[in-house]
């Protein structure tokens, strides 16, 4: 089992920067990949960013070069850095890991993230 909690969000004006954290634990060297995802009120689901474990990402294209997502391995942490905010970007962001080879995923409660003056 893989329990995840995020923390980091809150209230920042656009054109600001927000880092949120999401740290992983139980059977945490079972994970293949770590990812972000975020919902907003009315909106599916959708990728923000992801990496693997040897460390490949992947984001997409509206937050590519914007957000930036990395790891910390001593403290099991996986953490997207959000620069440039824009009002659009109001969600809740929710941390996910990948347990491949038994085709698993785990999902954390979500963190709040407001972009508005």
């Known amino acids: 089992q893989v329990q995840l909690v995020e923390s980091g969000g809150g209230l920042v004006q656009p054109g600001g920067s927000l880092r949120l954290s999401c740290a992983a634990s139980?059977?945490?060297?079972?994970?293949?990949?770590m990812g972000w995802y975020r919902q907003a009120p009315g909106k599916q689901r959708e990728l923000v960013a992801s990496?693997?474990?040897?460390?490949?990402?992947n984001y997409a294209d509206s937050m590519k070069g914007r957000f930036t997502i990395s790891r910390d391995n001593a403290k099991n942490t996986v953490y997207l850095q959000m620069n440039s905010l824009r009002p659009e970007d109001t969600a809740v962001y929710v941390c996910?890991?990948?347990?491949?080879?038994?085709?698993?995923?785990?999902w954390g409660q979500g963190t709040q993230v407001t972009v508005s003056s």
């Open positions: 996910n890991a990948i347990v491949s080879i038994i085709a698993a995923t785990y």
């Open positions: 139980g059977s945490i060297f079972s994970i293949n990949a």
């Open positions: 990496i693997t474990r040897g460390g490949i990402t």
